[in-house]
């Protein structure tokens, strides 16, 4: 998922090749955030983009972090295809992301 504790995603881009996943990092105090395994992604808030067009190997291709109270909880693709709405829970916000989409 690019990130800790998913809990929302969305499909977007030509095809759907791009996945935006909500990283919610609502478990921040448990064990595998305070001592993370070798490898594991940062434990932090963020919106990851994936790139999924190989499903055998999906990639990051960004994150975006969210401020450290800000509990990402869902993503929702807008009408034009390419803008991501996030509501960060905790921070009682709604982040819009732009996205390019070629």
């Known amino acids: 998922s690019g990130g800790t504790a998913p809990v929302g995603m969305?499909?977007?881009r030509n095809n759907?090749?791009?996945l935006a996943v909500a990283n919610s990092n609502r478990f921040y105090n448990n064990s595998e955030c305070i001592n993370p395994p070798p490898g594991a992604p940062p434990c932090t808030a963020s919106v990851a983009i994936l790139d999924?067009?190989?499903p055998a190997a999906p990639a990051v291709?960004?994150?975006i972090p969210n401020a450290n109270d800000a509990f990402p909880r869902?993503?929702?693709l807008g009408r034009?295809?390419?803008t991501l709405y996030v509501p960060n829970a905790d921070a009682q916000q709604l982040e819009v992301i732009?996205?390019?989409v070629k």
């Open 52 to 54: 999924v067009s190989n």
């Open 98 to 100: 732009t996205t390019s």
């Open 74 to 76: 869902n993503v929702t």
């Open 61 to 63: 291709q960004q994150i």
């Open 80 to 82: 034009d295809g390419s």
């Open 10 to 12: 969305a499909l977007f």
């Open 16 to 18: 759907d090749n791009l």
